[in-house]
């Protein structure tokens, strides 16, 4: 049975992708960038978007679940658990007596499980309507610098990510990494980056769901703001509602972070901002997933929005939601636009 033909009301979650997932791309590849983009479907598990069918026989729903299988477990109604992270755990702990509480999942403790640990938080797609659902990976860089540091003391030049790399862009590496038909770890990174539209516009989109159909993630060289404008569009299917609603909570976020103690302080590598709507219209926009999140240095004071360089622990959290705005009033003025032609094409 298709997935349409579930109850329409579900109560599940999208908490946040795991560590893990951000360490390398999936193997899944676009093999011809010369043809139009488009919004390629795939039912791959195995990084970022977990779409798992729940059917229980006393109920009939869907869980959405990012990061890698096993990551997750369905809790109380209204609530989801996360596998344990001390590092994730300390953020939420914090974040609930900060300006940015309204912008996260409500964190209710941790709880053990079949000896397992996990952090209880609010599902975020309780109560949604058939929800549509994008997760767009915030900052310049999505690594810590100690990955880069930890690897830079004692290079190791690895076939694994060579081979990524080449079945994206068979051109990327140098003369010396095709002879040796390997690349390090800190080059992967630093060109992964480079590949999307993280290192231009501070943030990219990792995966798109709508009205709980398959999942779509093919957006890793999706690095400009008319690709970007059109995914918006198509993610929304052109709703000025919803999209004036992602446009103000985003403004609503900027406004929180200049005020947040938590932001001052933190290095906040590898987050989200999950994107959530239904076909009723109720939409908005969360931070999540802050297991690379971590305070920064006693000496050192970040603007989040300057460029990154080696030790200024920069992560360029505010240029990417500055160019998240942009691009998102970029597609509200798209979207209007073709409301008010819409009358004249039948005229």
């Known amino acids: 049975m298709k997935d349409q033909n579930l109850s329409t009301s579900t109560c599940s979650s999208l908490a946040g992708s795991s560590q893990e997932s951000d360490e390398v791309f999936s193997d899944l ?47 109380e109604k209204g609530q989801i658990l996360k596998k344990f992270s001390p590092v994730e755990n300390a953020c939420l702990v914090e974040l609930m007596g900060d300006v940015l509480h309204p912008f996260v999942p409500t964190y209710h403790g941790v709880v053990e499980t079949n000896g397992e640990r996990y952090i209880q938080m609010d599902d975020l797609l309780c109560g949604l309507d058939m929800p549509s659902i994008m997760d767009c990976k915030m900052g310049t860089r999505t690594y810590l610098e100690e990955e880069v540091n930890k690897v830079g003391q004692s290079p190791v030049a690895r076939r694994d990510l060579y081979q990524k790399m080449v079945k994206v862009d068979p051109l990327a590496p140098t003369a010396q990494e095709h002879g040796q038909a390997a690349v390090t770890k800190p080059r992967y990174m630093q060109w992964r980056e480079s590949i999307s539209s993280s290192a231009s516009f501070g943030f990219r989109i990792e995966g798109v769901t709508i009205e ?99 030790g200024n622990h920069e992560d360029g959290y505010l240029l990417g939601l500055q160019h998240l705005i942009d691009t998102m009033q970029g597609a509200l003025d798209v979207a209007r636009k073709h409301q008010e032609e819409a009358p004249s094409i039948h005229s």
């Open 29 to 75: 590849e676009e093999k011809s960038p010369s043809k139009k983009r488009v919004l390629r479907k795939t039912k791959s598990w195995k990084t970022f978007f977990t779409m798992v069918h729940w059917s229980l026989r006393r109920r009939s729903s869907w869980v959405q679940l990012a990061g890698h299988e096993g990551n997750f477990k369905a809790s």
């Open 212 to 310: 709980g159909g398959v999942v779509q993630r093919d957006f890793k060289q999706t690095r400009t703001k008319e690709q970007i404008v059109e995914t918006f569009l198509t993610f929304t299917r052109n709703r000025l509602d919803v999209l004036g609603t992602y446009l103000a909570r985003l403004e609503s976020l900027r406004q929180a972070l200049k005020e947040s103690t938590f932001f001052k302080t933190h290095e906040v590598i590898g987050s989200s901002l999950l994107f959530l709507h239904d076909r009723k219209g109720q939409a908005s926009v969360w931070m999540i997933d802050f297991g690379k999140t971590r305070p920064t240095p006693e000496n050192i004071h970040l603007s989040h929005n300057v460029a990154w360089t080696q």
